[in-house]
Nanobody, 122 residues
Framework: QVQLVESGGGLVQTGGSLRLSCAASGRTFSRDAMGWFRQAPGNEREFVAAISWSGNTLYADSVKGRFTISRDNAKNTVYLQMNSLKPEDTAVYYC????????????????WGQGTQVTVSS
């Protein structure tokens, strides 16, 4: 059974940092793209960042220069380093995986985690 489990969320002040992790199990994802989405209350789920199996990355304009996505294929894990956090970054953050990075970008990822809450206080 394929599972994606996010961790690392929490409460942080404006300007602070958090690092989210997404551990995949059930099969190897070393040849898959992985990514992050977020959903704030009352809003649709929105793309944050994605990384291909070879390390190519995509970012939403709202997080460019502040967030960095990376992966450790040996650990079947993808990370999201979030710096200079703002109250508008408050959301549930979801991990996604798919063979195609553009499927993730289009919110059509095949596998999804359950999410981890990130709250940024002003």
């Amino acid at each position: 059974q394929v599972q994606l489990v996010e961790s690392g969320g929490g409460l942080v002040q404006t300007g602070g940092s958090l690092r989210l992790s997404c551990a995949a199990s059930g099969r190897t994802f070393s040849r898959d793209a992985m990514g992050w989405f977020r959903q704030a209350p009352g809003n649709e789920r929105e793309f944050v960042a994605a990384i291909s199996w070879s390390g190519n990355t995509l970012y939403a304009d709202s997080v460019k220069g502040r967030f960095t996505i990376s992966r450790d294929n040996a650990k079947n894990t993808v990370y999201l380093q979030m710096n200079s956090l703002k109250p508008e970054d408050t959301a549930v953050y979801y991990c996604a995986a798919d063979e195609d990075i553009y499927s993730i970008y289009k919110n059509e990822g095949r596998y999804w985690g359950q999410g981890t809450q990130v709250t940024v206080s002003s």
